[in-house]
């Protein structure tokens, strides 16, 4: 490398080191919006921040309603058992909800084993929810089977959020 290259060279790296050390702000806006519009923030996403404690909102945004299953397994694992304790700790603190438990399966097999599946999946979550405490004439579980699936697909990532049950609260006891 020539001296002239060197010197080049040398000259562009300080030109751009000064460059950037003239760059005093780290805010970025956009035209158009007001500031902090595209950036983390404190405030609580828009459409939620009234969410009332005990609400059937708190439960979703903040307990968390669906649990998932390993392909052909009812088995609650240790992710779901997060969810499950959370779940259990609401249902005790605010004993006026009931909780339908939904099961639902996207695995091998035909109709009928899909329906006992997701059946034995809601049916696992609800007797771990009584068995934390919830009353179990406060809940009822049905197995939908691949009746509801979430996303119709065949790659695995997609398949894995048909493998759920998901524990909706109701004001009264239903079938």
């Given at each position: ?21 003239s ?26 921040a ?9 439960f ?6 669906r ?13 779901a ?80 959020q ?11 006891r239903?079938?």
């Open positions: 490398m020539t001296l002239f290259m060197q010197l080049a060279r040398a000259g562009l790296m300080a030109g751009t080191l000064a460059l950037v050390a760059c005093t702000t780290t805010k970025l806006e956009t035209p158009g919006l007001p500031p902090n519009a595209g950036g983390q923030t404190n405030d609580p996403a828009a459409g939620f009234n969410v009332q404690p005990g609400s059937e909102e708190d979703i945004l903040n307990v968390g309603r649990t998932y299953f390993a392909k052909g397994s009812a088995v609650i694992d240790e992710t058992r997060v969810t499950l304790d959370n779940q259990i700790a609401f249902l005790t603190k605010y004993p006026n909800w009931y909780a339908k438990i939904q099961g639902f399966a996207d695995d091998p097999g035909g109709d009928a084993k899909m329906v006992a599946l997701s059946a034995k999946r809601a049916e696992n979550v609800m007797n771990y929810l009584a068995a934390g405490g919830v009353d179990p004439r406060r809940m009822w579980s049905k197995g939908y089977g691949k009746e509801r699936i979430v996303r119709d697909c065949t790659e695995r990532a997609c398949q894995v048909n493998r759920r049950v998901i524990t909706n609260l109701r004001e009264s239903e079938e």
